[in-house]
């Protein structure tokens, strides 16, 4: 095979899993299908809402103003409460789904704030905008996009943030890219994601619940974090970091025991292995 067909392959191969991704967090946002990894409904890899989510670090209070539906439990952290928002600032969702940390960021900016909340899902931006015209949330605004080509103006933003998004994309750099040509000089982000400390078997690599599941398109650590720095983000500061898959398995036994099963592979060959964090960073260069 020639390195361009070896190439285009690759690029087939990433087309190939976002269009998974799509399609799959299309039916959840529709209601036809159950969260992340798990087809039966209302079952996450992630969270099961709105449990989970206060679990993850949301606040009750925070779950019980923003607009019924949106809050899919599809995150792996709670990243708005630590981005410190000003009023007056702009602030950019990252794969924004059904808008729940667009609209806590929205009561921190207030009126002469801005939100923007991208997302490639047309589903998931239909139902975000429901929930934005139902809160009356005037300052929120959901934009359709990919994370790797963001439709966002140069050193427009304040902070951004993302919620176990960043790992379902296949071209992680890309993104990192993008998030600082948005950002102001000094701009911040705080991002809750999924990375790996330890290579997963092959069955779970290969798995495409799994991988729209949060799991098996998370880099490792180091590649992770060394391709945000490459892109000119530093200053990375740890807030949490836990065992993701020991935190979804006692959310949602039987959704773990459907991919031990469909994989064939057992709870201890991942111990550890899967891990949410929550980081902040700003722009460096």
Sequence with gaps: MTANAAVGTEKERS???V???RERYGQIA???SGTCCDPSPATSCCATAPSSSVRLGYKVKELSVVPDGADLGLGCGAPVQHLELQAGETVLD???GGGIDAFLAAKEVGPNGRVIGVDMTPAMLERARTNAAQGGYTNVEFREGRLERLPVDDASIDAVTSNCVINLVPDKAA???EIARVLKPGGRMVVSDIVLDGRLPAAIENDVLAYVGCIAGAAPREAYFGELRAAGLGDV????DVD???QWAAAAPEAAQALADRTGVSAAEVAGKVRS???RARKTS
């Design 15 to 17: 087309e190939r899993v």
């Design 19 to 21: 269009e998974q991704v």
């Design 30 to 32: 529709e209601g036809k």
């Design 94 to 96: 990252l794969g924004s």
């Design 175 to 177: 993104v990192f890219r």
């Design 237 to 240: 500061a740890i807030l949490r």
């Design 244 to 246: 993701s898959l020991a």
């Design 277 to 279: 964090v929550t980081y």
